[in-house]
């Protein structure tokens, strides 16, 4: 070959992509990858390939063999970006490869190991309960994995999951202000959070036992009224509610303003929902409730003006003592004009008197209509039927007893004639002794009111037989825990508040405030506050839904006359408003039992599929603001709004406006699989007001809400 020949050879090889030189040897392209040696989950890491002996230096970014990664093993971009999974492979270490362009055999490896996230603490908190021996901590925040723990001082203790975002654990307690908190992931790649200096919150009552007791005892818990139930405890909190004077709601104006549009009740009913949703006197204002679901009257039959007193009569008396409500009751124009006792004449030669009273008094009132064991239970025979607690004769005699009484004079005496033609709703009725029968009569237990006797000392002997009577205890007190606690209760409660009625400790009979006490405080109605299996409870009548939801997330009344009224078209849609039953059987029986069940629920008598229905919609026209006359703020800047975006992570932020939703509505209770099922959906909403709404319409229209457990 020659010269020219050989140097034309050369230059040919020169020019290609071999990657030779000269008259060297061939070398093939290689390919070196370079980035860290770990990557944590859901982090990222940037890897970079150096390709040589060729002018492509392209290449395909491999996981584990698969171009681009999968979820189980990271992803990983065509600039090299590597994504780690959400979860753990196994084993924890992957193979990242860069693949030549040039030559597909041309493959740079590197084993890249895959830790646990670091956690991040979001919010903590350490409770000690009164003086228990620990302190209870709970912290929140993202990364949390399988088998993190709660360090305190540096040092792990043992913790509990409550999930992804929140861990429990409880440590001695310590004389020191603060703990030192952080959160522990282990192997691999075991980190701690940051450390945060707890401040150690010292509660008489845990938030359950709390929210639990504001359920039973107020118009509705309030995530203030809670922290405040926490800080003085059960005992505190029911000791200052007595002491709270009552609620005095105004007469009905007469005129009335236009508001009421020319209906009294409307006024009243205004009154007393402004008392129920915001007065201080929660306790009394609930027992009050249940006294007017007991000694019903009604705005459908008597006149509107008479509610407001009869409602101050109730409050002035819920603590006090029963023969006094027997009394009040009796002789107040509202009841008079309802169940026929005012202008009751006495009866000519051949004639009765009006019987109205006498028989609801004793049916449903005071005794009920068999004989009962101090249980509640009825008392049977010898033939194991059940004994009448009262004849048809004796309900003729208590009404006898019960004749002469009208209207009082605007002063309160007794008026010249009978009746007396001029209305005093204020003041109890008055006795005229000329419309009074004076014969005697024959009550119960061979008890015999003498002949002669006045109007006035008829009736105190009538109320003394009946408060006497030993079915009083078992049959109202059944029925007070019935409102305030639980529907079916057991004979043991019933007998144990029934024994606090015959007696209060200091030879006492018919001591409410005792008795609401032993209600309230009785193993039965406390059990709920740490079993969450605990039987009881009862169905959220329409008027305490509406009221309950509202304190919970703060209404406030909008309307320029202060009116709240309105609030009874929505509770009426439900087959409910304040003092306007349907008879004096009240809205539902005491008695009444679950179709197909022996359950007795007292509540369900109102529900079915359209009152179900049109309580969803109630609920929607709670969160979306739409009560007529109130508002609510529950946007993005609003304390639920904040709460659901505050750390900018969906799934904690949904988490913890969740568990503020269940703090006021489900008394810290919510059962994991609900919570879990409503953070997973509010989780995507991006929108933090329509999150709040829905997360909101989803608790407070469970099953586990509307059965105040």
Not at 104 to 127: I, K, Q
Not at 300 to 312: C, R
Not at 505 to 530: F, H, N, Q
Not at 675 to 693: C, D, S, W
Request: overall charge negative; some cysteine.
């Amino acid at each position: 070959m020659g010269l020219g020949s050989a140097m034309l050879l050369g230059g040919c090889s020169g020019s290609g992509n071999s990657g030779s030189t000269g008259g060297g040897p061939v070398l093939s392209p290689t390919v070196a990858v370079t980035g860290g040696a770990s990557t944590r989950l859901g982090g990222t890491t940037q890897f970079a390939a150096t390709v040589a002996n060729t002018n492509n230096l392209s290449v395909t970014w491999q996981v584990n063999g698969t171009t681009g990664g999968s979820s189980a093993n990271g992803m990983i971009t065509s600039t090299g970006t590597y994504t780690a999974p959400a979860t753990l492979p196994s084993p924890n270490t992957v193979t990242i490869s860069a693949v030549s362009a040039a030559s597909a055999s041309a493959v740079g490896t590197l084993s890249e190991a895959v830790w646990n996230p670091v956690p991040v603490v979001t919010a903590a908190a350490a409770t000690q309960t009164g003086t228990a021996s620990t302190v209870m901590i709970d912290v929140k925040g993202t990364s949390f994995v399988s088998g993190a723990q709660i360090q305190v001082g540096g040092a792990s203790v043992t913790t509990t999951a409550v999930s992804s975002t929140e861990l429990q654990a409880s440590v001695a307690a310590t004389t020191a202000a603060s703990l030192a908190v952080d959160v522990w992931n282990p192997d691999p790649g075991a980190a701690a959070s940051t450390v945060s200096q707890v401040a150690i919150s010292v509660v008489k009552v845990p938030v359950a036992a709390a929210s639990r007791l504001l359920d039973q005892a107020t118009f509705g818990p309030t995530l203030a009224d809670i922290q405040h139930v926490q800080t003085v405890g059960l005992d505190g909190y029911l000791t200052e509610q007595f002491a709270t004077p009552a609620t005095v709601l105004a007469d009905v104006p007469n005129p009335q303003p236009a508001t009421c549009t020319n209906v009294p009740a409307n006024c009243a009913q205004s009154e007393w929902w402004q008392a129920a949703l915001t007065g201080q006197d929660q306790l009394r204002e609930r027992v009050a409730f249940a006294l007017a679901e007991m000694f019903v009257i009604s705005s459908n039959s008597v006149n509107g003006y008479t509610i407001t007193p009869y409602q101050n009569l109730l409050t002035k008396d819920a603590f006090g003592n029963f023969s006094t409500v027997m009394k009040d009751v009796t002789l107040s124009t509202g009841m008079g004009a309802y169940l026929n006792m005012l202008n009751s004449y006495k009866p000519g030669n051949g004639q009765i008197a009006n019987e109205n009273y006498s028989r609801e008094n004793m049916q449903l009132f005071t005794i009920g209509i068999n004989e009962l064991n101090e249980d509640g239970t009825a008392t049977l025979d010898g033939s194991g039927n059940m004994i009448p607690a009262y004849t048809q004769a004796q309900v003729q005699a208590f009404a006898r007893a019960y004749t002469g009484w009208t209207y009082a004079t605007a002063t309160g005496g007794s008026p010249t004639k009978y009746p007396n033609g001029t209305a005093n709703f204020d003041m109890p009725m008055a006795a005229v002794e000329s419309a009074h029968d004076v014969t005697a009569k024959v009550l119960l237990n061979g008890t015999t009111l003498p002949a002669n006797q006045t109007a006035e000392q008829d009736l105190d002997g009538a109320l003394a037989n009946l408060f006497a009577h030993k079915n009083v205890g078992p049959f109202v007190c059944k029925q007070l825990i019935q409102h305030l606690v639980a529907s079916n209760p057991s004979g043991a409660y019933v007998k144990r508040v029934a024994t606090v009625f015959a007696d209060n400790g200091s030879g006492v009979r018919g001591d409410l405030k005792a008795v609401v006490y032993a209600i309230l405080m009785d193993p039965e109605a406390r059990a709920g506050d740490t079993n969450t299996a605990a039987e009881g409870g009862h169905l959220r009548e329409p008027v305490l839904y509406l009221a309950n939801v509202m304190r919970g997330l703060g209404y406030s009344n909008t309307d320029p006359n202060g009116y709240y009224a309105t609030l009874s078209n929505y509770s009426g849609n439900l087959s409910e408003k304040p003092y306007a039953a349907g008879s004096v059987f009240n809205f539902f029986p005491p008695s009444y039992v679950i179709p197909g069940t022996t359950v007795n629920a007292p509540e369900f008598s109102l529900e079915n599929t359209a009152s179900a229905v049109l309580r969803l919609t109630l609920a929607n026209s709670l969160v979306y603001n739409g009560i007529s006359g109130f508002t609510v703020d529950l946007s993005a800047t609003s304390a639920l709004g904040i709460m659901a975006s505050k750390t900018g992570n969906a799934a904690t932020d949904s988490g913890n406006l969740v568990d503020a939703l269940g703090t006021i509505f489900m008394h810290g209770q919510m059962p994991t699989n609900m919570r879990t099922a409503i953070v997973n959906h509010v989780m995507t909403l991006t929108n933090i007001p329509q999150r709040v709404r829905v997360a909101t319409y989803l608790v407070i229209t469970s099953s586990g809400y509307k059965v105040m457990h």
